[in-house]
Every structure is written in structure tokens, then in C-alpha cells.
């Protein structure tokens, strides 16, 4: 019997797909339910498995755009594959590789056996009218019995040698004047087009501010075991600021709204997209409900997305929606910058690297951890008033982080359920 392998639809309104990677060979052998291959829709990774047991026949290729529905392969339930294609065929594509390699060095090796001595052009044309040759001389040096002039001579040398092959290979990386191509993938295509829409189709603007992180700092230092003991993850910044994030979207509603038509959509909820870096570039999974979520249930929820997004494993569903997003650049080292709006979204914040700075405190300068935060919004709904007092509140909650929740005679241990 043949089963065709056909692309899934992989959500609403996705009409084609590139095939990413096959993850067996021509011929092969299957189990019922094993991954055979990875496509790029314009949001996610997904993978296709085998529909039943049996050989596979591959009609498409990677890198190949393909339509929703169209047949990439041919499993033949009959047929008996090969147990050892994908093995066979990733040893001959080393070996196709490692030649060019072996045979660069040999190349190599033969052209500097014409080079047996480095001289200058006037040594060579004092050895070519003295009726000699490079290689008699050289024949001659390994008689030549060397004395304490020549072995001072050759320490000096030696020790500039390191210092200048040092400045070469850092000042030259290049050299060849060689180009590669590479195409883009379906999800590279799709956020092009994505941040150019939102760049000529919203009116973005950019507020700044800073947060002393001092007291989150000492909260950490003085909970994170505790917390890690009884929740089994880490206590990070992130739990503070997703939660400072949804109080501030309490207070500020239109930040969490959205142009639709010519009606304004505001949402009683929040869901947060958490940007996180991935091999195949920057995913934004969301938290649903964020705002009632504790700072564990955060971290918990961040990790567990965090994961699928380093393996290629998020759904379209965990990606889609949100009402506003954090991304933080502060993990690349990022000073300041103004992130781009997550369409449909109306703002977004920036998060960006801890530093010590000086820092007024009652007429005194003190030296505190601070953070540059950044709120781009879209001017068309929010008003400036609006996004410098959302940012205001997000720093008044991350300096006072008490007042996240008040209560209990320990409002700290409140706040970290401890």
C-alpha cells in the first residue's frame, strides 16, 4: 500500500511552506510516528511524522517552497527499506566534504617543497652569480654548525614572531574575496515583511526610562535558595517585570489594545509574549492570563517555553495572540534600544544590561545597578501621557516591589509565595 506524505496545514491563513530539512534518507526504513521532516511556515517549525511503517520514497527536496497539501514523499508499507540510508548517506556526504580538504593540504604540501628557504632577492641573485642554488645552500645550512651569535639571533626573532602572527590573524579574517548565498527561509521572509509593515503602517514612538535594581537584586540574593528549594527554578528578573508589566496594563488599558478597522480593541487580560532567541531566530511563545500568574508559575512557564523554543517545538498556538510583549536585549549586552512593535500589538517593552552607575540618593551620590528601559508604542492609540505613565508605574513597581502585593507581616515572602 502507499501512503502519500503530505505538508499539514499548519494554521489560519498559511497557504505554503519551505521544507527546512529531511530527517531520513531516500529508501529508508520507518516506524509508524517517526519525524521524517522539518518545515518553516512564516511563524513556526513543525515537524511531519511517518503516517504508518514502511519504505520512503522522497519527491521533494530542501529549501523547496511547497503548497499546503502538496506530497513530499511516498511511504510504501510493502517495501522493505534500507536500515542504514540515513547513515550511508551522511558518510558520503563527509567523505564529499573531507576531500576537498585532503586535497587542498596535499596541494599545499607539494607547493612547499619549491620553497625550502625564505631569502631575499639579492641573497638569491648572490647565490645565482656565485654559480649555486637555493637548495645547496640550504643542504649546506643543515651542515652548518651554529654558534651563540646565531641561536641570540633566532630567540629574538622568535619572540617577535608570536606578537606579529597574533595582529595578522586578528586584522585579516578574510582575504579571498569569496561570496556565499544563503535563502532566506519562509519565517526569515515573513518577519521581514512584518517589521517593514509595522515601520510604515504605525505611528512608533519610543519613551525611556531608568530602574535602580538594587532592591530586586537584594530580593533575589536573600530568596533565590529558598525559592529555588521549593519551586525547582530559578528566581529571575523576568517574573518581576512580566508581573510589574500587567499591573501597569491595569492601570494603562490602552497599552494593551489593538487597532482592528476603525475600532479599538481592548482586552480584560494579559497575555505576554516572552521574546526568546532560538536557532532559527528571535520566537515570541506568550503566557496566557500572565496577570494572574505568580512570579513561580512565570518562571515556570518561561522556562518550559524557553525550551521549546531552543528545540524547534513551539506550537502555533503558544505563539499566536498576545496583547503585548518583552524583549530583553540585556542578555546580548544591550545598552539601550528601541524595540520594534509586535503586530498586532500596540507596545512593546525593552529591557537591556544591568550597569553600575552613580546615582543621586538624598543628596548623596551613590553607585546602584540600574537599568535603561524602553517603551515603543503606537502613537495612533496611545497617547504620550499614557506610555510615559505606564513605564513610570512599571519602575514604580520594580523599585518598591512590595507593592506588587501588600499583605501578610512579610510582604516579601507574600510576593514569592514563600
Known sequence: MIIEVKIPSPGESINEVQLASWLVADGQQLAKDEEIAEVDSDKATLTISAEATGMITLKASEGDTLEVGSVIALIDTEAKGSAVAKAKADEESAVAKAKPDEESAVAEAKAGEGHLMHLSPLA????????????????????????????????????????????????????????????????????SERLVSVKNETAMLTTFNEVNMTPIMEIRKQHKEAFKE??????????????????????????????????????DYADIGIAVSAPKGLMVPVLRNAEQMSLAKIEIRIRELAAKAREGKLSLDEMSGG????????????????????PP??????????????VAVDGKVEIHPLMYLAVSYDHRIIDGSEAVGFLVKIKEML???????????????SLLQL
Open 399 to 413: 523599585e518598591e516591589p512590595t507593592k506588587m502585593l501588600l499583605g501578610g507581616s512579610d510582604p516579601v515572602k
Open 124 to 191: 638569491k641573485k648572490m647565490l645565482k652569480e656565485g654559480g649555486s642554488s637555493e637548495e645547496e645552500f640550504a643542504e649546506f645550512l643543515k651542515k652548518y654548525r651554529a654558534g651563540k651569535k646565531d641561536v641570540e639571533f633566532f630567540l629574538s626573532e622568535r619572540s617577535k614572531t608570536p606578537a606579529a602572527e597574533t595582529k595578522d590573524t586578528e586584522a585579516s579574517w578574510g582575504g579571498t574575496r569569496d561570496t556565499e548565498r544563503e535563502k532566506l527561509s519562509t519565517l526569515r521572509l515573513k518577519l
Open 230 to 267: 521549593k519551586f525547582d527554578v530559578s528566581l529571575g528578573f523576568m517574573s518581576f517585570f512580566t508581573r510589574a508589566v500587567t499591573i501597569g496594563l491595569k492601570h494603562f488599558p490602552r497599552v494593551n489594545a489593538q487597532i482592528d478597522g476603525d475600532e479599538i480593541v481592548m482586552h
Open 323 to 342: 496583547t503585548f510583549t518583552i524583549t530583553n536585549g540585556g542578555v546580548f549586552g544591550s545598552m539601550l534600544s528601541t524595540p520594534i512593535i509586535n
Open 345 to 358: 500589538q500596540s507596545a512593546i517593552l525593552g529591557m537591556h544590561n544591568i550597569v553600575e552607575r552613580p
